[in-house]
């Protein structure tokens, strides 16, 4: 059989089709992946927010963080071209975000909507609307809104201020300490952005250590913020003063996850994913990896703009199965759906725990990765905190959906390296979330072109 990756245009949806010969495709050479996710919102967002001009470099120009940068140039803040090798932003300095005239849309973007509710929020006598795509519009927004409205916030939202659209009348707060039930570096962020402006020391405190970007970033830009990490605290100390700075952008670990995988799961492959961020935070997926005996190993490690970056090499090699639970599933949240797939090319039985947050990512990752691997032959058990991944059925090709989850949709992309016959994915655009030449890529690793 040969082999062939094809997008056709089902308006407005895309589908793809990946079929590979039945001894699978080595992935050999290296590759770059676009910049980090959480580090592109947060550089756009402090640039906006600090005193001054910020220089950013590697953005990723994925979807969402083109509706970041709307979102504050629609409240007055001027940026170069998103395409521009250097990104610039004019920063309105703190508290200076403008009324926007019409509803803010953060798109399919939670990192958005969230973060910045922590400044609207704190804006006083300014009203904002906010919104999303239907995903977003129903993803739970009560676990920002809680913490906001103990520190004085007025925001309102359907179901009992649980779910966007959302109004926000924004206000001078008061600080709090908060306890967050849940490790989530979107509610620990919230917080701390609306502690900025807030007199007075704000503090969040986290089960586990979710990514610490954030405090790194506005620590860089000039915030008085103490981490404690013995007891998982941030605290910042308000009203801060952050003035532009330069950001280099890694590449983003959670899109060098599906090489990682596509490498360790396809015989004869050895394959070096160059710049990835490498922030102990987010290094789960490693360590998971590790655990199952992939065989990864970093090289040319360093510090850019403080985050941790180096090239990770990757060769196929016989994985086993492993259990994963506890505070190593924060540092691997947006890993899980990849390491699923991984999974099924591993001995044993792969279990995996205390994992109920992915339920309520951009859909729900638990149900939606068991249904659609189930469908290609593989047995997936779904529990309501995780997965039971039974290693070694064999995969065939079958119609699958992404679910419009950009991480579902690359997930089931690497999974047909190693099924038989013919994949269809459908709703696969979504994939331009966070990685938009994720296809070409692909395509390009298996010494193909997309049709
Ligand atoms: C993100 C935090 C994580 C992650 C998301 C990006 C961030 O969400 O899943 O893709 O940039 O802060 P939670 O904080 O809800 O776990």
Redesign the pocket.
């Known amino acids: 059989m040969t082999a062939r990756i094809e997008l056709t245009d089902a308006a407005p949806h895309q589908t793809l089709t990946l079929e590979f010969p039945a001894d699978g495709v080595a992935l050999r050479g290296r590759v770059r992946v676009p910049g980090d996710?959480?580090i592109s919102?947060r550089s756009l967002m402090l640039g906006a927010i600090a005193k001054g001009e910020t220089r950013i470099q590697g953005l990723l120009l994925g979807e969402d963080p083109r509706s970041t940068a709307a979102c504050f140039q629609a409240m007055g803040v001027t940026m170069s071209s998103l395409e521009d090798e250097w990104v610039t932003v004019q920063g309105v300095g703190l508290g200076n975000l403008r009324e926007p005239a019409d509803v803010l849309n953060a798109g399919n973007s939670?990192?958005t909507l969230r973060l910045m509710l922590g400044l609207l929020a704190s804006h006083p006598a300014r009203y904002f609307a906010v919104t999303g795509d239907g995903s977003l519009r129903s993803r739970p927004m009560d676990r920002v809104i809680k913490p906001l409205s103990l520190m004085g916030a007025e925001i309102w939202g359907r179901q009992n201020n649980r779910l966007a659209p959302l109004a926000v009348q924004g206000q001078s707060l008061k600080p709090i300490h908060y306890h967050s039930p849940v490790a989530?570096?979107?509610?620990k962020?919230c917080i701390l952005l609306a502690g900025l402006l807030t007199e007075g020391e704000t503090t969040v405190t986290e089960p586990s250590l979710?990514?610490d970007h954030s405090e790194r970033m506005l620590r860089a830009f000039g915030a008085d913020i103490v981490v404690d990490p013995d007891t998982c605290s941030v605290t910042v100390r308000g009203p801060a003063t952050l003035t532009g700075q330069t950001v280099v952008v890694p590449g983003d670990i959670s899109s060098a996850a599906f090489w990682l995988v596509a490498g360790a799961i396809t015989p004869g492959s050895d394959l070096v994913i160059e710049n990835v961020g490498i922030n102990p935070t987010r290094t789960g997926i490693l360590d998971a990896l590790a655990a199952m005996e992939a065989d990864i190993t970093l090289e040319n490690s360093r510090e850019v703009t403080g985050e941790p970056v180096a090239d990770l090499r990757v060769r196929h090699s016989r994985l086993k199965a492993v259990r994963l639970s506890g505070d190593l599933i924060?540092r691997m949240?947006?890993e899980v759906p990849i390491l699923a797939v991984a999974a099924l090319f591993a001995e044993g039985t792969t279990v995996i725990t205390d994992a109920e947050?992915l339920r309520v990512?951009e859909c729900d990752r638990i149900a939606v990765m068991a249904s659609q691997l189930n469908q290609l032959g593989a047995r997936v058990e779904e529990h309501p905190d995780g997965l039971t991944i039974h290693g070694g059925t064999g995969l065939t090709g079958a119609i699958v959906d992404s679910y419009t989850d950009h991480r579902v949709a690359m997930s089931l992309a690497i999974a047909a390296l190693r099924a038989k016959g013919s994949m269809q994915i459908q709703r696969a655009e979504a994939a331009a979330v966070s990685y938009p030449s994720f296809t070409a890529t692909l395509a390009e690793l298996c010494g193909l072109s997309v049709g």
């Not at 989530?184 to 509610?187: L, N």
């Open positions: 996710k959480s919102h939670g990192t989530s570096a979107q509610i962020s979710s990514r924060p949240i947006d947050e990512k």
